[in-house]
């Protein structure tokens, strides 16, 4: 059985066990319990009724929230020929081809976005057992492969608090909101844009229904239970 420190129970103490929460009271219970010395994370962790053995109820896509994560993003873009100045100029981290498929395959991992030229997709393609392992694969469905002209918007999207969902195997999205740090409304509207994204992308495939609970967590806090009704009503403003 796993023990908690007396800080994580004194937040635990403040949660009732048989309630469920509107997604403005998880939010403002989750930053009074994100304690710790740093700025915490906040999480949303939706568990669905998809199946993810079956390619017609996966689920993946992007949200670009308006608030950001409240984290220096770090793009790492794989181009050749002009492609390279442009991306340059649009402000993206490293950029390169050869060389920095060669310091990834050496174990260089510094950067949380790649993006990609189409051209580049066949060299980039074998680097899959590492990005891929570690979600940093570019992939068409997620806005990552892109053409030159489209670098700079991509890469600004990056930077500004684009987040990916996905189906993890036991049918559960894990996704970040922001810190605790950041005011109640912005988590809000954080976790609106987010929640507007994943109902739009329920796949045709799933019957009956679709979210099955949702909690919001900090990093070293207690999970709050939000009211399904709540977070699926959720409008952007």
Not at 28 to 50: C, P
């Amino acid at each position: 059985m796993v023990k908690h420190g007396k800080r994580y129970n004194n937040a635990v103490g403040l949660l009732d066990e048989d309630h469920v929460y509107s997604p403005q009271e998880a939010v403002g219970l989750s930053k009074k319990n994100a304690t710790a010395k740093f700025d915490e994370t906040v999480e949303l962790h939706l568990r669905t009724g998809a199946d993810p053995r079956h390619a017609d109820q996966m689920i993946r896509g992007v949200s670009l929230l308006p608030h950001g994560i409240g984290k220096q993003i770090r793009t790492l873009v794989f181009c050749q020929g002009e492609a390279v100045e442009i991306a340059k100029q649009a402000g993206s981290d490293h950029v390169g081809n050869d060389d920095l498929i060669q310091q990834i395959e050496q174990g260089w991992i510094e950067f949380d976005v790649t993006i990609a030229t189409p051209d580049m997709m066949g060299k980039v393609g074998k680097l899959g057992p590492v990005l891929g392992r570690k979600g940093l694969m570019p992939n068409p469905r997620t806005g990552t492969v892109v053409s030159p002209e489209d670098l700079p918007r991509a890469i600004e999207d990056s930077k500004k608090g684009r987040v990916e969902f996905k189906l993890d195997r036991n049918s559960i999205i894990h996704v970040p909101i922001g810190k605790a740090s950041f005011e109640e409304v912005q988590l809000i509207e954080n976790l609106s844009v987010l929640m507007e994204n994943i109902l739009r992308n329920r796949p045709s495939g799933v019957k009956g229904q679709f979210l099955k609970s949702a909690y919001i967590t900090t990093t070293m806090g207690p999970s709050v239970q939000i009211d399904i009704a709540g977070i699926s009503d959720l409008k952007v403003e």
